[in-house]
């Protein structure tokens, strides 16, 4: 199975203020043939499924904010919020789609300081 | 816009057989070149992904759980369904199921339905 780590655990920001978080892969989920990285991010509020954030590591779901941003490629992934707003406090996970079976990062929960 | 639906026994005892259906609208559960599929929550905890199943019944499985785990789909009533066999308190969690592709991240998903194992 790949691994998928993420730090930090947690992370507070001030309202405004960016937040980065970073997933890494036990192995490379760059796929050789269609060249793009089977890696998505999601958003986890309370009481709610998870939410598609972003996919193959840096293309936006339609309809979230372009305050939100994933870069990286091969097993070193980050997501940023580039101006971190209220409705932003949630849990994040990072998950990689390469091999079955698919496995998701621990997960970094984003509070408001 | 694809809308899943769980549904179950939310109270299971332990050592039978936890079984849930998953019901799509929306969208055509037979429509290549998507595979359906079920991820659990334990309370508090992390994301695992339980296995998928495609229109045409091919199956893939969490070798963590593939001894106990059977997913089977029913596109007459654009319906899937899981069945955990032997059950413990450690299959306690909220199942999700929820739609994904071949090199396609999981897009939509169910709310959810948490299943208490417990005698």
């Known amino acids: 199975d790949i691994v998928m780590t993420q730090s930090p655990d947690s992370l507070a920001v001030s309202l405004g203020e960016r937040a980065t978080i970073n997933c890494k892969s036990s192995?490379?989920?760059?796929?050789?043939?269609?060249?793009?990285?089977?890696f998505a991010w999601y958003q986890q509020k309370p009481g709610q499924p998870p939410k598609l954030l972003i996919y193959?590591?840096?293309t936006r779901v339609s309809g979230v904010p372009d305050r939100f941003s994933g870069s990286g490629s091969g097993t070193d992934f980050t997501l940023t919020i580039s101006s971190l707003q209220a409705e932003d406090v949630a849990v994040y996970y990072c998950?990689?789609?390469?091999?079955?079976?698919?496995?998701f990062g621990p997960g970094t929960r984003v509070d408001i300081k | 816009q694809v809308q899943l639906q769980e549904s179950g026994p939310g109270l299971v005892k332990p050592s039978e057989t936890l079984s849930l259906t998953c019901t799509v609208s929306?969208?055509?559960?037979?429509?290549?070149?998507?595979?359906w599929g079920w991820i659990r929550q334990p309370p508090g905890k992390g994301l695992e992904w339980i296995g998928t199943?495609?229109?045409?019944?091919?199956?893939y499985y969490n070798p963590s759980l593939e001894s106990r785990v059977t997913i089977s789909i029913d596109t007459s009533k654009d319906q899937f369904s899981l069945k955990l066999t032997s059950v413990t308190a450690t299959d306690t969690a909220v199942y999700y199921c929820?739609?994904?592709?071949?090199?396609?991240?999981?897009?939509?998903w169910g709310q959810g339905t948490l299943v208490t194992v417990s005698s």
């Open positions: 998950q990689q789609f390469y091999s079955a079976p698919r496995t």
């Open positions: 193959w590591a840096s």
């Open positions: 192995q490379s989920v760059l796929h050789s043939s269609t060249h793009k990285n089977h």
């Open positions: 199943i495609s229109y045409s019944g091919t199956t």
């Open positions: 929820a739609r994904q592709g071949s090199g396609w991240p999981n897009d939509y």
């Open positions: 929306g969208a055509s559960i037979s429509s290549s070149p998507y595979y």
